[in-house]
């Protein structure tokens, strides 16, 4: 992109960081309609439309991973992994017990998640 006086606007990696930067914004702010949208259509869209900003988001890494413009983050430890799990299930488990108080049991029969925990791929690896 150039400027009236012919310079460049901005230097590539910038403007593609800049547009990095807004897609994430734009996957959170997606992901928040999904969430609060109470007709399915609308739901479907929304998160339709978080999966194709995802989708754009991997691809613009990807380019400028090559470019070396955009370094991977460092590996993760397995404990500090399993440490994050294990607080994430300790919230929720939580959760069901508040609900469950406040419905008086009522919750059991509700319906359940659609999607699976998730389980790790390694095993015995000290890093991720």
Not at 76 to 104: H, M, P, W, Y
């Amino acid at each position: 992109m150039y400027a009236q006086n012919g310079s460049t606007f901005m230097a590539d990696e910038d403007m593609l960081k800049t547009v990095l930067t807004d897609l994430r914004r734009t996957v959170r702010e997606y992901t928040t309609a999904a969430t609060e949208s109470n007709c399915p259509v609308v739901r479907a869209t929304f998160n339709e439309l978080t999966m194709d900003t995802l989708r754009l988001q991997g691809e613009l890494y990807g380019h400028m991973k090559q470019l070396n413009m955009y370094s991977a983050p460092g590996k993760a430890l397995r404990q500090d992994v399993d440490k994050q799990i294990q607080s994430a299930q300790q919230a929720e488990q939580k959760c069901q017990q508040f609900v469950q108080q406040k419905t008086g049991g009522a919750a059991a029969y509700a319906k359940t998640g659609n999607v699976p925990l998730h389980q790790p791929n390694v095993h015995s690896s000290y890093y991720m």
